[in-house]
Nanobody, 128 residues
Framework: HVQLVESGGGSVQAGGSLRLSCAAS????????MGWFRQAPGKEREGVAR???????NYADSVKGRFTISKDNAKNTVYLQMNSLKPEDTALYYC??????????????????????WGQGTQVTVSS
C-alpha cells in the first residue's frame, strides 16, 4: 500500500504562486508514477500534471506554461509549482500515484487509466 500526504495549499491572489508537495511512503516503487489532480466545486476531478514515465510528463492544456511538476526520487516526493495563478485554478488538489503498467522499449510507463492511490487533498484558493 502507498500513503500520500500533500502540503503547500493555501490562499493567494491572482497572479501569485504556490508550491504543492506530496510525499509518498509505503510500498512506492521506483517505476511508479505520481501526479496531481484537482476538483473544483460542482466539477469533475481532472488531471493537472502527471509523470507518465521516469522523465515524461503530461499537463492539462489549462495549466501549460504556468504549472511545473517535478520530483525528488530520493525523497519519494513530487512537487507542483504553480505560477500566474488564476481564480479558475481554485480547487481541491489531490496527489495520486499509479503503478507502472506499460512496458515498452525497455521502459515502464503509466497509462493513468485509473490512479491506484490518492492523497487527502489540499485546498488552493485564488482570489481575483
Amino acid at each position: 500500500h502507498v500513503q500520500l500526504v500533500e502540503s503547500g495549499g493555501g490562499s493567494v491572489q491572482a497572479g501569485g504562486s504556490l508550491r504543492l508537495s506530496c510525499a509518498a511512503s509505503g510500498s512506492i516503487r521506483r517505476n511508479d508514477c505520481m501526479g496531481w489532480f484537482r476538483q473544483a466545486p460542482g466539477k469533475e476531478r481532472e488531471g493537472v500534471a502527471r509523470f507518465v514515465s521516469d522523465d515524461g510528463t503530461n499537463y492539462a492544456d489549462s495549466v501549460k506554461g504556468r504549472f511545473t511538476i517535478s520530483k525528488d526520487n530520493a525523497k519519494n516526493t513530487v512537487y507542483l509549482q504553480m505560477n500566474s495563478l488564476k481564480p479558475e485554478d481554485t480547487a481541491l488538489y489531490y496527489c495520486a500515484a499509479e503503478r507502472a503498467n506499460i512496458f515498452s522499449g525497455g521502459r515502464w510507463y503509466c497509462s493513468w487509466a485509473e490512479a491506484d492511490y490518492w492523497g487527502q487533498g489540499t485546498q488552493v484558493t485564488v482570489s481575483s
